[in-house]
C-alpha cells in the first residue's frame, strides 16, 4: 500500500508547522493495528496538513493516499478517514471569510488555487467510495453515505445508490445515516427532492432503531409538504422515542484508542456526555428534527411538550434546553410546555429544577402557567442561608423568573436575597412589571443597599440597583445617583453614566441633584449631562441641555461618538416638543439615511415622533428603522400605536408580522443555546393588535399563519 508516497519530496513541501517530510509516518500510522497509533496519526494529519480546516501543499499531496487508505480493507478508523476527506473537500467553503496568514497578494492567489485544487481532487476519486456503502466496518457505512452525497458530482447515481442500500442494509446506525444521506440530498438538489422523499416516506412504517425518526428529520429537510400532519409527526417521534428508551441499548463498538489527543478528547468527551443514555442518537436526531422543522411550530411544541414528559433523565434535560430555543424563538402553543417546565422546577432534581427555572426567567410574560409552580418552589425557601451566587441555585433560579413575570410572591425572596448578594442586570424590568404598590415593597432593601455601595465607593450593580429603585424608591434613587456623582476619581467614572441615566428617566423628581449635575458641566458635557439636567431643570436648563445635544447630534455613528450620538437622541426623545428647537437637525439627519445606520435609526424615528409629531414623516422614519434594526421592531410598533388610524400604510408590515410564527428579532438558521427577548416580542404584538384594529382589520389568526408558511391544515 502507499505505493509511490516515497517518490514525492515531501521536504518541499508545507503544513502548519513547517516542511511536510513528517506526513509519511502519519499516513503510514493510519495502517496500523495498534489503536492508539491510528488515533495519533488521525489526530496529527488534522493538526498538520489540515490545521484548523486550512489546506497546503502537502494537504493536496496526501489525497490520493487517504482514499487508498479509506478504500482498502484493513484496521479500523477508515470511517474518521472518510470524515477527514469531507473536511478537505470544504463543502462549499468562503475563502473571503478564512483566516488567511499573509498580506501578499501572490501568496493568497496561490492558497486560493490549492483550495479549489483540494476540493477538485477529492470530487474527482469520491467515485472511488461508493462501493464501501456494503464495506464489512459499520462505521465505514455509517460515514459513506453523507461523504457521497456531498462529495460525488453524480446526485442522481448517489440517490440510487442509497436507495438501493436501504433494503440490503440491517445494522441500525447506517440505516439512519441512509436517511440523513437523502434528505440531504434532496436538500441540495431540488430537483431530487421528490424521489428523495419517496424513498423515505415508507421508513416512516419501518419502526425500531430510530429510523422513522431519522426518516423524520430527513423530510423536514428536503420535502416538509409531504410531512404527516403536526400530529401525526409528534406521535411518530414520541412513540419512536420511547420504544428506544424502553428497548434494550443499541450495541456500539467500545473505543479501544486511549491517546491524549485532542482527537482522543473529543471522543471521551462525547461519550463522558451520553453515558447512561440508553439511545444517545435519539437526542441528535430530536435537536435535527426541531431544527428541520422549522417554522412548523404546532408540531414542535407538542414534540417538546412530549420531551419535557420523557421518562428519562438526559432526554428531559435535552427537552429543557428545546424548550428554551422554542419558547424564546417562536410563537406558538406554549401553555404546555411552560407548565411542564414549571413541574421540573419544582421537582427534585436540583439541576433539572435550575435548569427550567432559568429558561423561565427568560419567558417574562409567558410564563404564567409555571407561576404556581414557581412560587410553591420560592415558598419552600433557599435550603441553606442565601448566598452572594443565590442566583445559581435552584431557588434562585426559581425566585428569579418568578420576579421575571412581576410576581408578588417574589417580593420577599428578593428583599432577602437583595441584602448583600448578585443583583440581576434584568431587576429594574422585573420591578417595572409590578404593580407599583407592590415594587415599593423592596424600596427598604434597595435603598439600604445603595446607600452601603455609594458609602463604599463601589459601582458594581450600580446601573441595576439605580435603574430598580427609580421604580420602587425614587427618592432614594435620587439620593443613590446624587451621591455616586459625588465620588472621586475612577468610582465616579464607572457609575456616572448610570447615574446620570437614572436621573433622567426620574424627570422633575430628580430636582434635588440639580447643584451636582451643574458642576459636572465643565467636566461631562454629553447628552447624558444634558438629559439629567433637562430632566432635573426643566426650562432653566434648557437651552444648555439643547446646546450639548446639538453636539452629540454631530458626533459620528462609531465607537464612543455613535454611544453620543444615541444618547442625545433618546434624551430628545424623552423631551418631547419642549426639544422643538433642534427639530431641523433631526429632520436634515432623516433626510440623510445613508448616515442613519441601524443603530440610530429607531433612535432617531423616535425622537422625530415625539419631537415634531408629524405623522408622515414619523412613517417614513419608523419605516427605515424597521427595515434597517429588528431589535428596533415593538419601539416603532408602538409608535404606530399612537399614530393610530395614520398608521394604516403600515398595515401590510404589521399584517404579515402578526401572522409571522418566528419572533421578531429571530431570522432563523440559528441552533445551540441563543435566546430571544420574549417581552419585547410580546410588546409589538400588543401595539401590532392595536393598530390593526384602530384600522379596522382583524388580527391573523392560526389559520392565517398556518397557510402562510405552508402547513396542511389539519
Known amino acids: 500500500m502507499l505505493t509511490g508516497i516515497d517518490d514525492i519530496d515531501w521536504t518541499g513541501l508545507q503544513h502548519a508547522y513547517g516542511d511536510a517530510s513528517d506526513v509519511p509516518d502519519m499516513l503510514r500510522g493510519l495502517l496500523s493495528a495498534d489503536a492508539d497509533e491510528r488515533e495519533r496519526a488521525l489526530d496529527a494529519l488534522h493538526g498538520t496538513v489540515h490545521h484548523q480546516g486550512d489546506v497546503h ?31 478537505i473537500h470544504g463543502d462549499g467553503r468562503d475563502p473571503e471569510v478564512m483566516d488567511f496568514w499573509s498580506d501578499d497578494e501572490e501568496e493568497y492567489e496561490e492558497w486560493r488555487r490549492l483550495l479549489a485544487r483540494a476540493e477538485a481532487d477529492v470530487r474527482d476519486r469520491a467515485g472511488s467510495l461508493v462501493p464501501l456503502l456494503a464495506d464489512p466496518d459499520p462505521g465505514v457505512r455509517r460515514a459513506v453515505p453523507g461523504a457521497l452525497v456531498q462529495l460525488l458530482p453524480d446526485p442522481e447515481g448517489v440517490r440510487a445508490a442509497l436507495t438501493g442500500r436501504l433494503t440490503a442494509e440491517a445494522d441500525p446506525a447506517v440505516l439512519r445515516a441512509l436517511a440523513a444521506a437523502l434528505g440531504d440530498l434532496g436538500a441540495r438538489h431540488a430537483g431530487l427532492a421528490g424521489a428523495a422523499a419517496d424513498a423515505l416516506l415508507p421508513l416512516l412504517d419501518r419502526p425500531g432503531g430510530g429510523l422513522p425518526l431519522a426518516a423524520l428529520t430527513a423530510l423536514a429537510r428536503c420535502a416538509p409538504h409531504r410531512l404527516p400532519d403536526p400530529g401525526v409527526t409528534t406521535r411518530l417521534a414520541a412513540a419512536e422515542l420511547r420504544t428506544a428508551l424502553e428497548g434494550p441499548p443499541e450495541a456500539e463498538p467500545a473505543p479501544t484508542a486511549t491517546t491524549d489527543t485532542l482527537t482522543g478528547y473529543l471522543r471521551r468527551l462525547r461519550a463522558e456526555h451520553t453515558a447512561g443514555a440508553r439511545a444517545p442518537w435519539a437526542t441528535d436526531l430530536l435537536g435535527e428534527l426541531h431544527f428541520a422543522l422549522g417554522d412548523r411550530v404546532e408540531a414542535r411544541f407538542a414534540l417538546v411538550a412530549d420531551q419535557l414528559g420523557s421518562s428519562e433523565r438526559g432526554q428531559r434535560r435535552e427537552a429543557v434546553n428545546a424548550a428554551g430555543t422554542l419558547l424564546t424563538g417562536w410563537r406558538g402553543p406554549h401553555e404546555e ?56 441555585t435552584s431557588y434562585g433560579a426559581a425566585l428569579c423568573a418568578l420576579a421575571a413575570q412581576g410576581d408578588r410572591r417574589a417580593v420577599p425572596g428578593l428583599a432577602e436575597v437583595l441584602r448583600y448578594g448578585h443583583v440581576p442586570e434584568e431587576l429594574p424590568e422585573w420591578l417595572a412589571r409590578m404593580a407599583p404598590g407592590t415594587a415599593a415593597l423592596l ?91 433637562w430632566a432635573a431643570g426643566a426650562d432653566a436648563e434648557a437651552e444648555r441641555a ?54 440610530h435609526a429607531g433612535a432617531l424615528a423616535e425622537a422625530l415622533w415625539r419631537v ?18 429588528r431589535a428596533d421592531r415593538p419601539d416603532m410598533t408602538e409608535i404606530w400605536a399612537g399614530l393610530g388610524p395614520a398608521a394604516a400604510p403600515v398595515l401590510p408590515l404589521l399584517r404579515a408580522e402578526a401572522a409571522a410564527p418566528r419572533r421578531h428579532d429571530n431570522e432563523g438558521g440559528r441552533r445551540g443555546r441563543t435566546r430571544f427577548r420574549v417581552a419585547r416580542d410580546e410588546r409589538l404584538l400588543r401595539h401590532a393588535r392595536t393598530v390593526l384594529a384602530a384600522c379596522g382589520t382583524p388580527d391573523p389568526g392560526p389559520g392565517d399563519q398556518a397557510e402562510q408558511f405552508g402547513q396542511r391544515p389539519r
Open 443 to 533: 424600596a427598604p432593601a434597595l435603598t439600604t443597599r445603595l446607600a452601603a455601595m455609594v458609602g463604599a465607593g463601589r459601582s458594581s450593580f450600580a446601573a441595576q440597583l439605580l435603574g430598580a429603585a427609580a421604580v420602587a424608591a425614587p427618592e432614594a434613587a435620587v439620593t443613590a445617583a446624587v451621591g455616586y456623582l459625588g465620588l472621586a476619581g475612577k468610582a465616579r467614572l464607572r457609575s456616572r453614566g448610570a447615574a446620570l441615566r437614572t436621573l433622567a428617566g426620574l424627570g422633575s423628581a430628580a430636582r434635588p441633584a440639580l447643584p451636582v449635575l451643574r458642576s459636572l458641566v465643565g467636566e461631562a458635557a454629553g447628552p447624558g449631562l444634558a438629559a439629567a439636567l
Open 337 to 392: 410546555p411552560v407548565r411542564l417546565l414549571g413541574e421540573l422546577a419544582l421537582g427534585a432534581d436540583p439541576v433539572l429544577a435550575r435548569e427550567a427555572s432559568s429558561e423561565l426567567c427568560r419567558l417574562a410574560v409567558i410564563g404564567a402557567p409555571a407561576a404556581g409552580a414557581l412560587a410553591e418552589r420560592v415558598a419552600r425557601g433557599p435550603g441553606l442561608p442565601p448566598q452572594a451566587r443565590w442566583h445559581e
Open 546 to 599: 439643547l446646546t450639548m445635544l446639538a453636539a452629540g447630534l454631530d458626533a459620528g455613528n462609531s465607537g464612543s461618538a455613535g454611544a453620543e450620538r444615541y444618547e442625545a437622541l433618546r434624551a430628545l426623545a424623552r423631551a418631547g416638543t419642549a426639544a422643538a428647537p433642534l427639530l431641523p437637525a433631526l429632520r436634515g439627519l432623516a433626510a440623510r439615511p445613508e448616515e442613519v445606520d441601524a443603530w
Open 612 to 629: 415634531g409629531r408629524d405623522p408622515g414623516e414619523t412613517l417614513a422614519a419608523t419605516r427605515h428603522a424597521w427595515d434597517r434594526s
Open 57 to 87: 501543499d502537502s494537504t493536496v499531496a496526501c489525497l490520493p493516499f487517504l482514499f487508498e487508505i479509506a478504500t482498502t480493507p484493513g484496521p479500523g478508523g477508515r470511517g474518521e478517514v472518510v470524515e477527514l476527506l469531507r473536511s
